[in-house]
């Protein structure tokens, strides 16, 4: 039996060109951002001049630069993660513990490999890595979907936003005094970061303004709505607001 560096190493080895070929076939490198919406477990590839793809994935895991730890999608408690489980099984039977532990001290590399042996467990086509601010996702591409036809593909553009500067992205929600002028201060629902996990809310910012008459009112209510005005702008365009008001 192989010990866990050679097995690991030997997936590897496998991988790359077949991810190297996989690559070249839809052009991966070409596009130069990326959305994905991870109920539907989809992710767009796309170009500023809207040219996209869409790829069916499989969330194998996420490194977190800040605490600099791996953890695997099953780990979550996701049962929309069930798959991954079978990676874990598979580390109890041949004793890699690296498997089969939910969470641990890593660094960037160990994803890869555990990217490459999911690929071989559950029948990848090739694989995706998105890297944002605080953690790096890793993901297997398992399908190519035609954005023409396939009805998942409908539903995530129903719940994004076409916005001229970016494209589809997500929504999000602003006073109808922030702008990308002149600062008038940045008050947010929760703390944001780019690109960050959202599970029921929506991004949404106000000014000083709003937030002394938010409070005024003790909320937001019938009497401090009106004056907010909120406004739905895009994800990237959030941040940029947020940048220029900081
Ligand atoms: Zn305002
Ligand atoms: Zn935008």
């Known amino acids: 039996m192989l010990d866990y560096n050679e097995y690991s190493q030997s997936e590897l080895n496998k991988l790359i060109p077949i991810q190297d070929e996989f690559k070249e076939k839809y052009k ?4 130069s951002h990326w959305f994905y919406d991870d109920d539907l477990k989809i992710i767009r590839l796309y170009n500023d001049d809207k040219h996209e793809i869409f790829f069916k994935y499989i969330p194998i895991g996420t490194y977190s630069l800040t605490s600099e730890t791996w953890m695997w999608s099953w780990f979550n408690n996701d049962e929309n993660n069930a798959e991954t489980v079978k990676i874990k ?3 109890l039977e041949n004793n890699y513990r690296k498997l089969y532990e939910g969470t641990f001290p890593s660094d960037i590399y160990d994803g890869w490999e555990f990217l490459a042996i999911s690929f071989n467990i559950l029948d990848g086509i090739g694989v ?9 996702y890793y993901l297997l591409l398992i399908e190519n979907l035609n954005s023409e036809k ?7 553009k129903q719940q994004v936003l076409d916005c001229p500067n970016h ?3 997500r929504k999000a929600f602003v006073c109808q005094h922030l702008n990308l002028e002149k600062p008038v201060g ?3 629902a929760f703390d944001t970061y780019p690109k960050m996990e959202l599970e029921e809310e929506d991004l949404q910012a106000w000014c000083n303004d709003c937030e ?3 409070r005024k009112h003790n909320g937001w209510n019938e009497e401090s709505e009106p004056y907010a005005q909120i406004k739905l702008i895009c994800e990237n365009c959030y941040f940029e607001i ?5």
């Open 28 to 31: 991966i490198d070409s596009f």
């Open 89 to 91: 099984n598979f580390g």
């Open 128 to 136: 995706y890595t998105l890297n944002t601010e605080n953690l790096n």
């Open 150 to 156: 396939d009805s998942n593909i409908k539903i995530l």
């Open 167 to 169: 494209g589809l992205q």
């Open 186 to 188: 940045f008050i947010e």
């Open 212 to 214: 002394n008459i938010r």
């Open 242 to 246: 947020k940048n220029i008001n900081q």
